[in-house]
């Protein structure tokens, strides 16, 4: 990082909260809107250095990924491995979103003028990192305001058939829950292993349970509870043989995978940047393809809703807060500067370290497929003996990682769940691991 710089920024605040810092920059005397600019550039430099570095590494360890690390604004030594909740920003991503929101305070001609602009420049920055168009993008609030789009906006009718896995979040459930107590149409369950064998026991489930008056799949793709990768690709494509339309419910998906809506075939995808991405909370994404956009209505509606002949007829909410959009943008340079397939690889190198490890502790049951085709950056698991809570606040207590309970008991569910995101070291998965040893070995 450029030292000229990095030194002035760390004295000037050194000493301040978190929260006295935002408020020094929204008061306007802290650094001016160039010299955040300055800030960015030179983490950017930084990491461009870093790739031509270890260009030939495909998936570097140690020096590269600490660096990366460093971007990032832990407080107090914190290793964050619950980013499947809500993720940390780069520090880029926290300039942009300050300064953007400075704007309303200094110029607010320039919220109604000059940000829109952005605004579109941030969709064609989205629909590039998916492999899609512009005109299938769709900013909304998180996934499941993305989920209830869908399943509030296309025309089904009484016995008409919606099926759901029986790993589901509530955000993909209770949108058709809704439908079918005010349409009453028919929701059917497929059951999915803890964790499933293979892809043909997925597709198969779904394949069987289909009928004449099934009309879509609504899945998870980034499986909350189990951290399962749902074979997209594959349902999608026995989906279309049958008519049959499919919305995948992917919260964790961007930032943590290489998306390509082409090769998913899916024909919405409802996502949440702010997990995986390095996005501010408040800001998702809806991906509806063209070929679908004639089926759905809108849900909220003003000006634009009769008269868009693309996504953004789905996209009429009136005024928003637009940092959170501009901040989002930054988000996606932040990752491209990385590599979003290097990242994929890293975060799932990490994962399948900790799986390895994990497999080897008497008592540990894994609830994550150990296929890397099945599986991403979230990692289940539970350990017979030792409560699940336990778990988690030992290891808070002890090396400062935070991890989650997940699931329930009543469905065989119940367990921890760790993200492996790329600010995470081996030596931080050695330490969790060493947590789990220790619990395993004084269990009672």
């Known amino acids: 990082m450029d030292q000229k710089i990095q030194p002035t920024f760390e004295n000037r605040f050194k000493g301040l909260s978190r929260r006295d810092f935002v408020r020094y920059l929204l008061a306007g005397s802290a650094l001016s809107v160039a010299s955040l600019g300055k800030l960015n550039a030179s983490v950017y430099q930084s990491i461009t250095t870093l790739n031509q570095k270890y260009i030939e590494d495909e998936s570097p360890d140690g020096v590269y990924w600490d660096a990366i690390g460093k971007h990032f604004l832990f407080k107090d030594r914190l290793i964050m491995m619950n980013n499947g909740t809500v993720g940390p920003m780069p520090k880029p991503v926290f300039n942009t979103l300050i300064k953007s929101f400075r704007i309303q305070v200094t110029n607010p001609f320039d919220v109604y003028n000059f940000i829109p602009r952005k605004k579109q420049e941030v969709r064609t920055k989205l629909a590039s990192f998916i492999n899609a168009s512009p005109e299938e993008v769709v900013i909304t609030r998180n996934t499941t305001e993305g989920m209830n789009f869908v399943a509030n906006g296309l025309d089904l009718k009484e016995g008409d058939e919606v099926l759901l896995s029986t790993m589901e979040h509530p955000g993909g459930t209770h949108p058709w829950k809704l439908k079918a107590k005010r349409y009453g149409i028919k929701i059917k369950n497929v059951p999915i292993g803890l964790p499933p ?51 995948a419910d992917s919260a964790h998906g961007i930032g943590m995978l290489s998306l390509d809506m082409k090769a998913l075939g899916v024909d919405f995808f409802a996502t949440s940047p702010y997990k995986w991405l390095g996005a501010s909370t408040g800001v998702g994404l809806l991906y509806v393809k063209k070929g679908v956009q004639d089926k759905l209505w809108p849900t909220i509606a003003t000006g634009g809703w009769d008269s868009y002949k693309d996504s953004r007829k789905f996209e009429t909410l009136g005024q928003r807060a637009d940092a959170l959009t501009i901040a989002l943008g930054e988000a996606v340079d932040f990752q491209n500067a990385i590599g979003k397939e290097r990242i994929e690889r890293r975060v799932k190198t990490l994962a399948g370290y900790l799986k390895r490890e994990l497999s080897k502790i008497p008592g540990v049951v894994l609830h994550t497929s150990q296929d890397a085709y099945l599986s991403g ?34 469905e065989g569910t119940h367990g921890v769940r760790v993200s492996t995101h790329i600010y995470v070291s081996l030596k931080h998965v050695d330490m969790l691991i060493e947590g789990i040893k220790h619990l395993v070995k004084h269990r009672s």
């Open 197 to 247: 064998k293979s892809v043909d026991e997925i597709v198969d489930g779904f394949r069987k349970a289909i009928t004449s008056r099934t009309k879509v799949i609504s899945i998870s793709h980034t499986v909350y509870i189990s951290g399962l990768i749902s074979p997209l690709k594959e349902l999608s494509k026995m989906a279309h043989e049958k008519d049959v339309l499919v919305l």
């Open 377 to 410: 950056g979230l990692t289940a698991f539970h350990v017979e003996g030792v409560e699940s809570q336990n778990i988690v606040n030992y290891l808070r207590e002890k090396y400062n990682i935070v991890v989650r309970t997940i699931g329930n008991k009543r």
